[in-house]
Protein backbone atom coordinates (compact mmCIF):
# COMPACT_ATOMS: atom_id res chain seq x y z
CA UNK A 1 0.00 0.00 0.00
CA UNK A 2 2.97 2.31 0.79
CA UNK A 3 1.78 6.24 1.34
CA UNK A 4 -1.44 4.93 0.73
CA UNK A 5 -1.87 3.18 3.87
CA UNK A 6 -1.17 6.85 5.73
CA UNK A 7 -2.80 8.81 3.31
CA UNK A 8 -6.15 6.55 4.37
CA UNK A 9 -5.98 6.42 8.12
CA UNK A 10 -5.86 10.49 7.56
CA UNK A 11 -9.15 10.45 5.41
CA UNK A 12 -11.04 8.20 7.64
CA UNK A 13 -9.62 9.01 10.91
CA UNK A 14 -8.34 6.22 12.35
CA UNK A 15 -4.73 5.04 13.19
CA UNK A 16 -2.37 3.30 10.47
CA UNK A 17 -3.00 -0.10 12.47
CA UNK A 18 -6.46 0.19 12.49
CA UNK A 19 -6.04 -0.11 8.50
CA UNK A 20 -3.90 -2.73 8.88
CA UNK A 21 -6.34 -4.42 10.96
CA UNK A 22 -8.93 -4.07 8.40
CA UNK A 23 -6.99 -5.51 5.34
CA UNK A 24 -5.65 -8.19 6.95
CA UNK A 25 -9.50 -8.67 8.16
CA UNK A 26 -8.96 -8.91 11.95
CA UNK A 27 -12.12 -10.26 13.67
CA UNK A 28 -12.64 -7.49 16.57
CA UNK A 29 -12.50 -4.75 14.39
CA UNK A 30 -15.92 -2.94 14.79
CA UNK A 31 -17.97 -2.63 11.61
CA UNK A 32 -18.45 1.29 11.80
CA UNK A 33 -14.51 1.49 11.33
CA UNK A 34 -14.34 -0.77 8.69
CA UNK A 35 -17.27 1.01 6.88
CA UNK A 36 -14.66 4.68 7.34
CA UNK A 37 -11.90 2.94 6.05
CA UNK A 38 -13.54 1.56 3.02
CA UNK A 39 -15.07 4.70 2.28
CA UNK A 40 -11.72 6.98 2.31
CA UNK A 41 -10.01 3.66 -0.03
CA UNK A 42 -12.99 4.62 -2.30
CA UNK A 43 -12.31 7.63 -2.45
CA UNK A 44 -8.72 7.58 -2.89
CA UNK A 45 -9.19 5.24 -5.73
CA UNK A 46 -7.25 3.03 -3.88
CA UNK A 47 -7.61 -0.99 -4.17
CA UNK A 48 -6.13 -3.84 -2.88
CA UNK A 49 -2.68 -5.04 -4.70
CA UNK A 50 -3.99 -8.23 -5.75
CA UNK A 51 -6.07 -7.31 -8.29
CA UNK A 52 -5.00 -7.19 -11.90
CA UNK A 53 -6.54 -4.45 -13.99
CA UNK A 54 -5.12 -5.47 -17.49
CA UNK A 55 -7.11 -7.71 -18.95
CA UNK A 56 -9.55 -8.67 -16.47
CA UNK A 57 -12.94 -9.13 -15.88
CA UNK A 58 -14.54 -9.27 -12.77
CA UNK A 59 -17.59 -11.15 -12.44
CA UNK A 60 -19.83 -10.32 -9.41
CA UNK A 61 -22.18 -12.22 -8.13
CA UNK A 62 -24.78 -11.84 -5.41
CA UNK A 63 -23.41 -14.77 -2.81
CA UNK A 64 -21.07 -17.54 -2.52
CA UNK A 65 -23.03 -19.91 -1.01
CA UNK A 66 -25.27 -19.55 -4.04
CA UNK A 67 -22.64 -21.45 -6.40
CA UNK A 68 -22.76 -24.92 -7.23
CA UNK A 69 -22.45 -27.70 -9.39
CA UNK A 70 -25.55 -27.54 -11.74
CA UNK A 71 -26.71 -23.88 -10.75
CA UNK A 72 -27.45 -21.41 -13.68
CA UNK A 73 -25.36 -19.02 -11.71
CA UNK A 74 -22.27 -21.50 -11.52
CA UNK A 75 -22.94 -22.38 -14.99
CA UNK A 76 -23.17 -18.69 -16.81
CA UNK A 77 -20.08 -18.08 -14.99
CA UNK A 78 -18.27 -21.30 -16.67
CA UNK A 79 -19.62 -20.02 -20.12
CA UNK A 80 -18.63 -16.55 -19.67
CA UNK A 81 -15.13 -17.75 -18.51
CA UNK A 82 -14.65 -20.04 -21.66
CA UNK A 83 -15.52 -16.80 -23.76
CA UNK A 84 -13.06 -14.35 -22.34
CA UNK A 85 -10.39 -17.30 -22.34
CA UNK A 86 -10.67 -17.41 -26.02
CA UNK A 87 -9.29 -13.88 -26.32
CA UNK A 88 -6.92 -14.31 -23.52
CA UNK A 89 -8.64 -12.49 -20.79
CA UNK A 90 -8.79 -13.21 -17.32
CA UNK A 91 -12.22 -13.56 -15.34
CA UNK A 92 -11.96 -12.77 -11.30
CA UNK A 93 -15.04 -14.03 -9.58
CA UNK A 94 -15.68 -11.29 -6.20
CA UNK A 95 -19.16 -10.38 -4.50
CA UNK A 96 -20.76 -7.85 -2.68
CA UNK A 97 -18.08 -6.86 -0.64
CA UNK A 98 -15.91 -5.78 -3.27
CA UNK A 99 -18.06 -3.08 -4.38
CA UNK A 100 -16.48 0.06 -1.81
CA UNK A 101 -13.17 -1.38 -4.01
CA UNK A 102 -14.18 -0.68 -7.18
CA UNK A 103 -12.48 1.88 -9.45
CA UNK A 104 -11.25 2.43 -13.18
CA UNK A 105 -7.95 0.94 -12.56
CA UNK A 106 -9.42 -2.17 -10.48
CA UNK A 107 -10.80 -4.20 -13.46
CA UNK A 108 -11.42 -4.21 -17.53
CA UNK A 109 -15.00 -4.26 -16.73
CA UNK A 110 -17.46 -6.09 -14.31
CA UNK A 111 -19.91 -8.71 -15.13
CA UNK A 112 -22.84 -8.35 -13.15
CA UNK A 113 -24.33 -11.94 -12.42
CA UNK A 114 -26.69 -11.14 -9.33
CA UNK A 115 -30.52 -11.34 -9.52
CA UNK A 116 -30.89 -8.35 -8.48
CA UNK A 117 -28.69 -5.28 -7.89
CA UNK A 118 -30.09 -2.69 -5.18
CA UNK A 119 -26.79 -1.80 -4.30
CA UNK A 120 -25.17 1.28 -5.56
CA UNK A 121 -22.59 0.80 -8.27
CA UNK A 122 -19.40 3.22 -6.85
CA UNK A 123 -19.25 6.61 -9.74
CA UNK A 124 -15.53 5.67 -10.05
CA UNK A 125 -16.08 2.19 -10.84
CA UNK A 126 -14.76 0.22 -14.44
CA UNK A 127 -17.72 -0.36 -17.00
CA UNK A 128 -20.20 -2.13 -15.72
CA UNK A 129 -22.58 -4.84 -17.50
CA UNK A 130 -25.33 -6.68 -15.71
CA UNK A 131 -27.10 -9.87 -16.78
CA UNK A 132 -30.72 -10.79 -16.69
CA UNK A 133 -31.47 -7.46 -14.64
CA UNK A 134 -31.75 -4.59 -16.68
CA UNK A 135 -31.19 -1.43 -15.08
CA UNK A 136 -31.36 2.17 -15.87
CA UNK A 137 -28.18 3.71 -16.81
CA UNK A 138 -26.36 0.82 -17.02
CA UNK A 139 -24.96 -1.57 -19.84
CA UNK A 140 -26.95 -5.07 -19.77
CA UNK A 141 -27.52 -8.37 -21.89
CA UNK A 142 -30.46 -10.40 -21.01
CA UNK A 143 -32.63 -13.23 -22.34
CA UNK A 144 -36.29 -11.88 -23.15
CA UNK A 145 -37.88 -13.58 -19.98
CA UNK A 146 -41.63 -12.73 -20.82
CA UNK A 147 -41.09 -14.09 -24.37
CA UNK A 148 -39.53 -17.54 -22.94
CA UNK A 149 -42.62 -18.09 -20.81
CA UNK A 150 -45.08 -16.93 -23.74
CA UNK A 151 -43.49 -19.63 -25.96
CA UNK A 152 -44.36 -22.08 -23.46
CA UNK A 153 -47.87 -21.12 -23.08
CA UNK A 154 -48.01 -21.24 -27.07
CA UNK A 155 -46.83 -24.02 -27.28
CA UNK A 156 -49.42 -26.11 -24.84
CA UNK A 157 -52.11 -24.76 -25.84
CA UNK A 158 -51.38 -25.85 -29.66
CA UNK A 159 -51.38 -28.97 -27.95
CA UNK A 160 -54.71 -28.73 -26.37
CA UNK A 161 -54.45 -27.78 -23.23
CA UNK A 162 -56.61 -24.96 -21.08
CA UNK A 163 -55.31 -25.49 -17.48
CA UNK A 164 -51.68 -24.11 -17.39
CA UNK A 165 -49.93 -24.12 -14.33
CA UNK A 166 -47.23 -21.60 -14.00
CA UNK A 167 -45.13 -21.99 -11.13
CA UNK A 168 -42.72 -19.02 -10.41
CA UNK A 169 -39.35 -18.00 -7.78
CA UNK A 170 -39.15 -14.86 -5.83
CA UNK A 171 -41.75 -12.10 -7.50
CA UNK A 172 -39.35 -9.46 -6.65
CA UNK A 173 -36.76 -10.93 -8.93
CA UNK A 174 -36.60 -9.12 -12.48
CA UNK A 175 -36.39 -12.30 -14.08
CA UNK A 176 -39.45 -13.47 -12.85
CA UNK A 177 -41.68 -11.04 -12.63
CA UNK A 178 -41.12 -10.84 -16.69
CA UNK A 179 -41.92 -14.69 -16.92
CA UNK A 180 -45.27 -14.19 -14.82
CA UNK A 181 -45.77 -11.38 -17.52
CA UNK A 182 -45.48 -13.35 -20.39
CA UNK A 183 -47.30 -16.43 -19.01
CA UNK A 184 -50.10 -13.87 -18.69
CA UNK A 185 -49.63 -12.67 -22.33
CA UNK A 186 -49.55 -15.99 -23.64
CA UNK A 187 -52.75 -17.17 -21.79
CA UNK A 188 -54.34 -14.11 -23.31
CA UNK A 189 -53.22 -14.33 -26.66
CA UNK A 190 -54.36 -17.95 -26.68
CA UNK A 191 -57.97 -16.98 -25.11
CA UNK A 192 -56.91 -19.03 -21.59
CA UNK A 193 -58.72 -16.99 -18.64
CA UNK A 194 -56.02 -16.62 -15.82
CA UNK A 195 -56.55 -18.28 -12.50
CA UNK A 196 -54.36 -17.30 -9.73
CA UNK A 197 -55.03 -20.48 -8.10
CA UNK A 198 -53.25 -21.99 -10.65
CA UNK A 199 -50.73 -19.83 -10.06
CA UNK A 200 -47.63 -20.19 -7.08
CA UNK A 201 -44.37 -18.59 -5.80
CA UNK A 202 -41.95 -20.57 -4.42
CA UNK A 203 -38.63 -21.51 -3.84
CA UNK A 204 -36.94 -24.55 -4.42
CA UNK A 205 -37.07 -25.75 -1.03
CA UNK A 206 -40.72 -25.07 -0.91
CA UNK A 207 -41.45 -26.54 -4.50
CA UNK A 208 -42.96 -29.64 -3.11
CA UNK A 209 -45.39 -28.09 -1.05
CA UNK A 210 -46.66 -25.99 -4.27
CA UNK A 211 -46.93 -28.45 -6.43
CA UNK A 212 -49.50 -30.13 -3.70
CA UNK A 213 -51.44 -27.12 -3.42
CA UNK A 214 -51.26 -26.32 -7.51
CA UNK A 215 -52.25 -30.64 -8.32
CA UNK A 216 -55.51 -30.28 -5.87
CA UNK A 217 -56.91 -27.69 -9.11
CA UNK A 218 -56.09 -30.28 -11.61
CA UNK A 219 -54.19 -28.91 -14.72
CA UNK A 220 -53.55 -30.59 -17.12
CA UNK A 221 -49.80 -28.96 -17.72
CA UNK A 222 -47.05 -27.41 -15.40
CA UNK A 223 -44.77 -24.83 -16.34
CA UNK A 224 -41.89 -24.43 -13.45
CA UNK A 225 -39.40 -21.04 -13.54
CA UNK A 226 -35.89 -22.00 -13.20
CA UNK A 227 -33.24 -23.99 -14.27
CA UNK A 228 -32.34 -25.77 -11.15
CA UNK A 229 -36.16 -27.05 -10.48
CA UNK A 230 -36.54 -30.17 -13.12
CA UNK A 231 -35.61 -32.62 -10.60
CA UNK A 232 -37.24 -31.14 -7.93
CA UNK A 233 -40.82 -31.01 -9.80
CA UNK A 234 -40.54 -34.68 -10.85
CA UNK A 235 -39.48 -35.64 -7.69
CA UNK A 236 -42.73 -33.94 -6.07
CA UNK A 237 -44.95 -35.61 -9.02
CA UNK A 238 -43.83 -38.72 -7.87
CA UNK A 239 -44.53 -38.63 -4.23
CA UNK A 240 -48.24 -37.86 -5.67
CA UNK A 241 -48.47 -40.78 -7.78
CA UNK A 242 -48.62 -38.27 -10.76
CA UNK A 243 -47.29 -39.77 -13.99
CA UNK A 244 -46.05 -37.42 -16.37
CA UNK A 245 -46.78 -36.73 -19.33
CA UNK A 246 -49.62 -39.01 -18.54
CA UNK A 247 -51.26 -37.35 -15.74
CA UNK A 248 -50.36 -34.00 -16.18
CA UNK A 249 -47.57 -32.39 -18.71
CA UNK A 250 -44.68 -30.23 -17.87
CA UNK A 251 -42.10 -27.63 -19.12
CA UNK A 252 -38.85 -26.87 -17.15
CA UNK A 253 -36.32 -24.45 -18.07
CA UNK A 254 -33.07 -26.11 -19.58
CA UNK A 255 -30.17 -27.34 -17.42
CA UNK A 256 -27.65 -28.87 -19.69
CA UNK A 257 -26.52 -31.33 -17.43
CA UNK A 258 -30.25 -32.70 -16.19
CA UNK A 259 -33.20 -31.91 -18.65
CA UNK A 260 -32.46 -34.71 -21.31
CA UNK A 261 -31.89 -37.34 -18.76
CA UNK A 262 -34.97 -36.77 -16.36
CA UNK A 263 -37.70 -39.50 -16.87
CA UNK A 264 -39.16 -38.47 -19.59
CA UNK A 265 -36.51 -36.12 -20.75
CA UNK A 266 -38.36 -32.29 -20.54
CA UNK A 267 -39.66 -30.30 -22.94
CA UNK A 268 -38.13 -27.26 -21.89
CA UNK A 269 -37.26 -23.48 -22.54
CA UNK A 270 -33.24 -22.44 -23.12
CA UNK A 271 -31.74 -19.49 -22.61
CA UNK A 272 -29.20 -20.88 -24.73
CA UNK A 273 -25.69 -20.57 -22.72
CA UNK A 274 -23.43 -20.72 -25.04
CA UNK A 275 -25.21 -17.58 -27.05
CA UNK A 276 -25.96 -15.93 -23.88
CA UNK A 277 -22.10 -16.25 -22.66
CA UNK A 278 -21.06 -15.41 -26.43
CA UNK A 279 -22.79 -11.79 -26.02
CA UNK A 280 -21.92 -11.17 -22.55
CA UNK A 281 -18.34 -11.47 -23.32
CA UNK A 282 -18.55 -9.55 -26.92
CA UNK A 283 -20.50 -6.56 -25.25
CA UNK A 284 -18.07 -6.64 -21.71
CA UNK A 285 -15.14 -6.31 -24.01
CA UNK A 286 -16.46 -3.34 -26.35
CA UNK A 287 -18.00 -1.53 -23.47
CA UNK A 288 -14.26 -1.73 -21.51
CA UNK A 289 -12.80 0.05 -25.00
CA UNK A 290 -15.61 2.36 -25.61
CA UNK A 291 -17.18 3.28 -22.20
CA UNK A 292 -16.15 6.61 -21.29
CA UNK A 293 -18.96 7.88 -19.34
CA UNK A 294 -20.89 9.92 -22.49
CA UNK A 295 -21.38 6.48 -24.84
CA UNK A 296 -25.31 5.66 -25.24
CA UNK A 297 -26.18 2.69 -22.64
CA UNK A 298 -26.09 -0.64 -24.91
CA UNK A 299 -29.17 -3.32 -23.11
CA UNK A 300 -28.49 -6.64 -25.27
CA UNK A 301 -32.11 -8.89 -25.79
CA UNK A 302 -31.77 -12.46 -26.47
CA UNK A 303 -35.16 -14.64 -27.10
CA UNK A 304 -34.93 -18.07 -25.74
CA UNK A 305 -35.62 -21.27 -27.45
CA UNK A 306 -38.14 -24.37 -26.74
CA UNK A 307 -36.47 -27.63 -26.97
CA UNK A 308 -39.24 -30.62 -27.44
CA UNK A 309 -38.64 -33.18 -25.72
CA UNK A 310 -41.13 -36.25 -24.34
CA UNK A 311 -42.65 -34.21 -21.35
CA UNK A 312 -45.91 -33.19 -22.90
CA UNK A 313 -48.74 -34.93 -23.76
CA UNK A 314 -51.10 -33.68 -26.90
CA UNK A 315 -54.56 -33.54 -25.91
CA UNK A 316 -56.01 -32.63 -29.21
Known amino acids: MGNKITDIAKAAGVSIATVSRVYGKHPYVKENLRTRVFKAAQDLNYAPKFNIAKNTFAILTGSPNGIHLGNFESALIRAISIELFKVDYNVQIITEKFLPFLHS ?16 IPDSAPPFLTVNHPRKGVHSVATDHAQGLELAVDYLAKKGHKKISF ?9 NRERFNGYKRGLEKNGIEFDKLLFGVTSNDGLTETVL ?9 IIVSGEGCAHRLNYSLYLLDEKIPEDVSVITFEDVDVSQFLTPPHTT ?14 TALEISKTDTGNKSIKDVILENELIERESVKDLT
Not at 105 to 119: A, H, L, P, Q
Not at 168 to 174: A, I, K, Q, T
Not at 269 to 282: F, G
Open 213 to 221: SIMKKKPTA
Open 269 to 282: ISQNMPKLAEAIAQ
Open 105 to 120: KTFSGVIDIRYSSEKN
Open 167 to 175: ISGNSENWG
